[in-house]
């Protein structure tokens, strides 16, 4: 059974950044596109960046083109978020999956940005 687990979060201020991972147990992500999303309270759960299995092509949110940036260690079998210049409504619990998802969904981590 597949597990995504999500870390790298924590409280930051705005301005600042973090490095977000996301491991998979199970099995690899082999050729598949991997995926961000993040969910703020009392919100839909949203897309915030993808990447393709070679790193070629990579999606993001009009609300972090610029800021956020998606990579992945195929052979680590990780996908990384790293986040610049947060901004408080960046608040959220951030999780990965497949695009479009499939997999289970992870605990997340918790990613809050103070004004």
């Known amino acids: 059974q597949v597990q995504l687990v999500e870390s790298g979060g924590g409280l930051v201020q705005a301005g600042g950044s973090l490095r977000l991972s996301c491991a998979a147990s199970g099995r690899t992500f082999g050729y598949s596109t991997m995926a961000w999303f993040r969910q703020a309270p009392g919100k839909e759960r949203e897309f915030v960046a993808a990447?393709?299995?070679?790193?070629?092509?990579?999606n993001y949110a009009d609300s972090v083109k610029g800021r956020f940036t998606i990579s992945r260690d195929s052979f680590q079998n990780t996908v990384y978020l790293q986040m610049n210049n947060l901004k408080p409504e960046d608040t959220a619990v951030y999780y990965c999956?497949?695009?479009?998802?499939?997999?289970?969904w992870g605990q997340g981590t918790h990613v809050s940005v103070s004004s």
């Open positions: 990447i393709t299995w070679s790193g070629g092509t990579r």
């Open positions: 999956n497949l695009q479009p998802p499939s997999l289970g």
